[in-house]
């Protein structure tokens, strides 16, 4: 089992900046991958980004160059840094890990892009 602990989300600008985190309950080295998806109201959720154990990186094309994921090993922690945030990007933001198969679900965080 894994449990998954969201932070970070709330209400910023357009252009502006926010940086989430998820903290897993185990260590993050034994979960294959991780990563954060995201639902806006009456959208299906999508993919944002993920990494894997061994620090491969994945992004959405709306996301990239934008978006930066990362991983702290010691805190158990992955980090999507958000910069140049657009109306777009509001979403409940879900963090997702893969451990051998099985997947775990964070509670979501909410990210809002004001104009």
């Known amino acids: 089992q894994v449990q998954l602990v969201e932070s970070g989300g709330g209400l910023v600008q357009a252009g502006g900046s926010l940086r989430l985190s998820c903290t897993a309950s185990r260590s993050i080295f034994s979960i294959n991958a991780m990563g954060w998806y995201r639902q806006a109201p009456g959208k299906q959720r999508e993919l944002v980004t993920t990494i894997t154990s061994e620090g491969s990186r994945n992004y959405a094309a709306s996301v990239k160059g934008r978006f930066t994921i990362s991983r702290d090993n010691a805190k158990n922690t992955v980090y999507l840094q958000m910069n140049s945030l657009k109306l777009e990007d509001t979403a409940v933001y879900l963090c997702?890990?893969?451990?051998?198969?099985?997947?775990?679900w964070g509670q979501g965080t909410q990210v809002t892009v004001s104009s």
């Open positions: 997702y890990a893969n451990r051998y198969g099985l997947e775990y």
